[in-house]
């Protein structure tokens, strides 16, 4: 079945520096990937997500990209703020079947002011 | 618009018991999965319904059930708790599944003693 790694596991960063934070997956058939950002005491909320047909996809202060040949994907979020500051899961998902998600480990972002 | 309601919030069970979980999807939402979130093995997939149907199943033992209700509404059951079954239980909606995003709620903190 598919396997998600992620990396770091934590990543501290100063206010206004960029983050970035990289996955890797072992299907090859996967096409949707998505980020998740999850604060304490609630779930997991989608902030972006790609499919394989696309290179890179931007939303303001946060963008991915995916590189296929590689099977890996990163999300970058620059000007970092405070607010960022919670434990951001990436995922993916086979292409056949009705497979689910399957998540990276998680990494937990801090912003420091 | 509402979101994905869990309930309870929090529960706190005894080894040997069994315990079902509630969820109410997105108006309009067909697909409801369930996810079983520990901090040594992050989130894990349970099971997925679609339209009354579970149409994919994660690696859990049997002792882990679920179902969906004609309104789209889920519950699952855990049999026989043991105390690695301690964990937040996060259930997510989707219009028509892993290709249309995901929507989580809450979760359920069980705790087993």
């Known amino acids: 079945g598919e396997n998600v790694e992620q990396h770091p596991s934590t990543l501290s960063v100063q206010e206004g520096d960029s983050a970035v934070i990289k996955c890797t997956y072992s299907?090859?058939?996967?096409?949707?990937f998505p980020w998740y950002k999850q604060e304490l005491g609630k779930g997991p909320q989608l902030i972006i997500d790609i499919r394989s047909n696309v290179g890179e996809k931007k939303d303001q202060r946060i963008a991915v990209t995916l590189n296929k040949t590689a099977k890996h994907f990163s999300l970058h979020i620059t000007e970092t703020q405070p607010e960022d500051s919670a434990v951001y899961f990436c995922a993916a998902t086979p292409g056949s079947g009705y497979s689910t998600l399957t998540f990276g480990k998680g990494t937990m972002l801090l912003v420091s002011p | 618009k509402a979101g994905v309601t869990q309930t309870p919030r929090y529960l706190i069970k005894t080894r040997g018991q069994q315990v079902t979980l509630s969820c109410s999807p997105i108006s309009g939402h067909r697909s409801v999965s369930w996810y079983q979130q520990t901090p040594g093995q992050g989130l894990q997939f349970l099971f997925e319904?679609?339209?009354?149907?579970?149409?994919n199943k994660g690696n859990f033992p049997g002792r882990f059930s679920g179902r969906q209700f004609s309104n789209s509404r889920s519950e699952m059951n855990v049999s026989t708790l043991e105390l690695g079954d301690s964990a937040l239980y996060l259930c997510?909606?989707?219009?028509?599944?892993?290709?249309?995003?995901?929507?989580f709620g809450s979760g359920t903190r069980l705790t087993v003693v």
């Open positions: 319904y679609f339209s009354e149907t579970q149409r």
């Open positions: 997510a909606s989707s219009w028509g599944g892993r290709d249309y995003g995901y929507t």
């Open positions: 299907d090859s058939a996967s096409n949707y």
